[in-house]
């Protein structure tokens, strides 16, 4: 049953085997020894079983078991069936007692398989270059790490396990019944087989694609429903609650429909074996009857029949369900290992031990486009930025000013051109990133303490206090944190709803000094400030920007004031590079 099946689910066999480590490998090894242990104890059982039946019927076959083993003389037919059934509970007993250890080490290993893939997994998102990462919604790494990753050890893993177990049992059992009466055997599993060619073909395929729809439709309403509550404000302004709830309520409408027949058509293959096992029950007993076959021998085989229909009638049952799960878990394998081979194959930044920042950044013949576009963001650029400079960096909107402040932070390559770091140094090394604040334009706030804000990813045991509080002062936030009835303790609200926009700015500034670093790079920083805040905010940063190396990027002109030299950038090209007077005046001309 298994051999006309599995080939179709070859390839996704594959793709989990060729994602897997040795070690993960290893393990499933070991689940499937004990898988096939397990499965040899309930052959025994179900042989013992039979035995057990059969010497009810007729004792002196007890006898004659009894006697291979040398107890014949000792023993009377009565005590024969009692050593029988002595045997049969001891049996069933280790045979359950194994099935518990197996339950319990299958479980845990999958679900230890299961939660290391995961980490991997992030940790490969983690490593993955910012230019892939910018080129999917966010929800797609979340649906794979969160939901695919899961179906695939809980859902498929387990079913394979299953198979393997439930498929060497009703083998055998089938083996068994062939033994007991040949002729009456190859018509029963003759129509076995027909029916279940029937169902591998029409049904199987069909939860195939019902899997990739209900994927589909997974990924679709958790996107529409995070847009939904990340957007509310905006939504419920422009009036389109009800189109954003439309829009859920049809791809979850949709989910759970699939769902739905899913479910049902897993129960349906139970009700039509078992139809089928009494119907050939009857069938059974009118073909023995017309054979005129002895009664006793006919009681035995149909007892046999009885207890190998009734253990794999269930059997069948999983073997289709699991069948169904493994079939539906496909579009998930397909997109973990799609997804594990592209998001990155080696470590994207460098370890660079002997990194040093003593004279400049040079950009050279640099140019820059995104994946799938034409135009070239960056032109041509040709630019020294010496250690210690503050560099002003201007232009109009889509000019490539965060452009290129992302390839200055190394998160987006270059398509033709260099840049390095005091001629040697590529910007893609962990420690160009360590001695670098980044204010970003629009900065993402943690649904935690003003103080895990600053402190971003590190733990409160980790904080260093001094280094918080030179923070907080240089960023204009100590009146305001003063001013809170829980000071830095306070919650900042998801994405920092509780704050202004101002104040959201000046932590993500204290969060850029916190690390006390060597390179400061603001991109629009102060836009949302008032124009007293911003002025105080310069005037610290160009305290704070002594003996460091900035680049701020602004629309205002007055934001770059403390600028050495200021970077016009139009259309991705260096338009000018002039001080700030000369652009002041330039300006009122
Ligand atoms: N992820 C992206 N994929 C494709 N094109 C992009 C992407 N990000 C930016 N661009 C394009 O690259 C060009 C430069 O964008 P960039 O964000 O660097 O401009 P900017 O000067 O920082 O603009 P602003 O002042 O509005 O922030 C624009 O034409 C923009 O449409």
Same mark, same amino acid.
């Given at each position: ?122 940790? =490969?998102?983690?490593?993955? &270059?910012?230019?892939?990462?910018? *080129? $999917? +919604?966010s929800?797609?790494?979340?649906? /794979?790490? #969160? ?83 990340h ?9 389109? =609650?009800?189109?954003?709830? &439309?829009?859920?309520?049809?791809? *979850? $409408? +949709? ?5 739905? /027949?899913? #479910? ?104 820059? *486009? ?68 980044y204010v970003p334009q629009s900065i993402y706030l943690i649904d935690d303490?003003?103080?895990?804000n600053?402190?971003f990813g ?34 900042v609200?998801e994405r920092g709803v ?6 959201r700015q000046?932590i993500a500034?204290?969060r ?78």
């Amino acid at each position: 049953m298994l051999i006309t099946v599995i080939p179709s689910n070859i390839s996704a066999l594959k793709k989990i085997r060729s994602i897997l480590t040795r070690e993960e490998k290893l393990k499933w090894l070991i689940i499937v020894a004990f898988t096939v242990c397990l499965s040899i104890l309930e052959v025994i059982t179900a042989s013992v079983i039979v035995l057990f039946a059969q010497v009810l019927i007729l004792p002196e076959k007890g006898q004659y078991y009894l006697s291979k083993i040398g107890l014949h003389d000792q023993i009377s037919q009565s005590q024969s069936i009692l050593y029988i059934a002595i045997l049969c509970g001891l049996t069933y007993f280790i045979k359950n007692f194994f099935a518990a250890i197996d339950a319990f080490h299958l479980n845990f290993s999958i679900q230890e398989m299961n939660y290391n893939f995961k980490n991997k997994m992030l940790h =490969r998102y983690a490593q993955s &270059d910012y230019a892939s990462y910018i *080129s $999917k +919604n966010s929800m797609h790494g979340y649906n /794979v790490v #969160s939901g695919d990753v899961e179906l695939m050890f809980n859902n498929a893993m387990l079913a394979i396990a299953t198979l393997l177990s439930e498929g060497m049992i009703s083998s055998f059992l089938i083996a068994m019944v062939i033994y007991m009466n040949p002729p009456l055997a190859i018509i029963i599993f003759g129509f076995g087989v027909c029916v279940w060619l029937s169902l591998s073909k029409g049904l199987l395929p069909q939860f195939y694609r019902w899997g990739k729809r209900t994927q589909e439709s997974a990924l679709y309403s958790s996107q529409n429903l995070l847009q939904f509550f990340h957007a509310f404000k905006e939504i419920a302004l422009l009036g389109k =609650r009800d189109s954003f709830v &439309d829009a859920y309520k049809f791809y *979850s $409408k +949709n989910q759970s429909k699939l769902r739905a /027949v899913q #479910s049902t058509t897993n129960a349906l293959p139970r009700m039509i074996i078992e139809v089928i096992f009494v119907g050939l029950f009857v069938f059974s007993i009118v073909f023995l009857c017309m054979r005129n076959e002895n009664s006793n021998q006919l009681i035995g085989v149909l007892g046999g029949y009885l207890y190998a229909g009734f253990r794999i009638m269930p059997g069948l049952n999983r073997i289709i369900n699991q069948l169904n799960v493994f079939k539906s878990s496909i579009p998930s394998i397909e997109r973990v290992y799609s997804e594990y081979n592209t998001v990155v194959s080696k470590e994207s930044y460098l370890d660079i031990k002997d990194f040093s920042f003593n004279e400049s950044i040079s950009l050279n013949n640099l140019f820059y *486009s995104y994946p799938n576009t034409k135009k070239n963001a960056l032109i041509n650029i040709n630019l020294i930025i010496n250690k210690g400079d503050c560099i002003g960096i201007i232009g109009e909107t889509g000019s490539g000013k965060s452009t290129l402040s992302d390839i200055i932070l190394g998160f987006l390559k270059p398509t033709d051109g260099i840049i390095l770091i005091d001629k040697k140094y590529p910007v893609t090394s962990l420690q160009w990133h360590n001695i670098i604040g980044y204010v970003p334009q629009s900065i993402y706030l943690i649904d935690d303490s003003i103080e895990a804000n600053i402190a971003f990813g590190e733990t409160s045991e980790k904080i260093n206090s001094s280094n918080l509080s030179e923070a907080i002062k240089a960023s204009q936030l100590s009146k305001f944190i003063d001013n809170l009835p829980n000071g830095i303790k306070t919650f900042v609200g998801e994405r920092g709803v509780r704050l202004s926009g101002g104040e959201r700015q000046r932590i993500a500034i204290a969060r850029a000094l916190y690390r006390n670093p060597e390179v400061l790079i603001f991109d629009e920083a102060t836009s949302a400030l008032d124009n007293e805040t911003e002025a105080k905010l310069i005037e610290t940063i160009h305290n704070v920007s002594k003996n460091r190396t900035v680049i701020m990027i602004a629309h205002r002109l007055t934001t770059l004031k403390n600028c050495d030299r200021v970077i016009v950038l139009k259309s991705g090209i260096i338009e000018n590079e002039l001080s700030y007077k000369e652009l002041i005046h330039q300006a009122v001309i």
